[in-house]
């Protein structure tokens, strides 16, 4: 996850090759992933369920946004060129479905432009189907189709109903199919289908296959704590609460020895937080919340939330003076979100359950 110097290979990548559309689509990702992280929009709790729809993301850069947007146009302008030279260049078809997938994510979890991120969605899969129509066993477009494929399935019926309509079509069951060949597979997106599948299973509650591919990622990638963070994620959602919460205190030891970097690892002592909260460990849940302000410059959402939470835990435990500590301090942070409202009421009248 070292975002920065990823980007600076794929910069020069890019300079090298500047009518590759792969190059530029690389360059494409890391800037996109690099955002989403900086937002807070990769903890993989919040897409468990539809919550995230009504989430509200931190703002992001505007000359991000603009490079972003810059490179979606270049790189859209260099596989357009290719398919009006050859309409059925299986690479230019490829790539344009990538870029139009990313440009997906970025409409949606960014500009939240869910009719755009749609749009661009659906163009991605055609794309990527019509690969496979001309070469079936080029198994990374099945990444874009699989995933496709589940989403429309997972809709409600009537919406289902209305997606036909458009000629929009689903299955689940193809949709994780094609996603477990990417991810038995070794090409590029083989990573990416095993981060998806693992979502997706979550949802399903699926969690010993979705923490074989969590396990598999972590031995790979041991510096990257989203992994085994996602395993205590999924040990808990499974209800093995012992084990999840070895792993949380796992992965915040780990990066306080400096196994993370500067990444967030303060993701563990949240999740630690809220799975000691369910078993009603007051005190236990308190202490694993106040661990978030120990971290580095930890992420301000999950700040925010673990200092309102801490603030929580202590008036349910009767200690009201160290429970308007932690309101002041949320207050202190962005005084216009969900939690500060929730420390104003609190503020005001003590938490109760």
Known sequence: MD????????E??????PDDPFAVNHLLTVVLMHDLYDTGAMNTGDYANDSFIGRTPRPTDQKIKDQIKDLVKRALALEEQQLKNNSNDINALYCRGVTRAQFAVYTGLV???????????????????RVLELDPAYTDAKLVVGTHNYVVGNLPWSV????????????????????????????????????????????????????????DLTAKFPRNHLFLTEIANLQRASGDLPAAQATYRRVWQNGREGKYGTLHYELAAWGLGELLRTK???PG?????ELVNQAPAPDPDILQKANLAAGEMYDLMQKRDLAMKRYETVLAGNANTGPADQARRYIREAYRE
Not at 112 to 120: K, V
Not at 162 to 184: F, T
Request: glycine share 6%; aromatic share 10%; proline share 0%.
């Open 12 to 17: 020069k990548l890019v300079e090298k090759h």
């Open 160 to 215: 289902k109903v209305a997606a036909a309509i458009a000629g929009l079509s689903g299955s689940k069951d193809k949709g994780l199919s094609y996603l477990r060949e990417v991810a038995k597979s070794d090409g590029e997106n083989s990573v990416d289908a095993k981060v998806v599948l693992t979502l997706f299973l979550r949802r399903e509650h699926h969690y010993d296959e979705a923490m074989g591919y969590m396990q």
């Open 111 to 129: 500009e939240r432009a869910w009719f755009s991120a749609l749009r661009n969605a659906v163009g991605a899969r055609h794309d990527h189907e």
């Open 280 to 282: 009603k460990d007051l």
């Open 3 to 10: 975002y920065d110097r990823a980007t600076q290979e794929f």
């Open 285 to 289: 849940a308190a202490a694993a919340y």
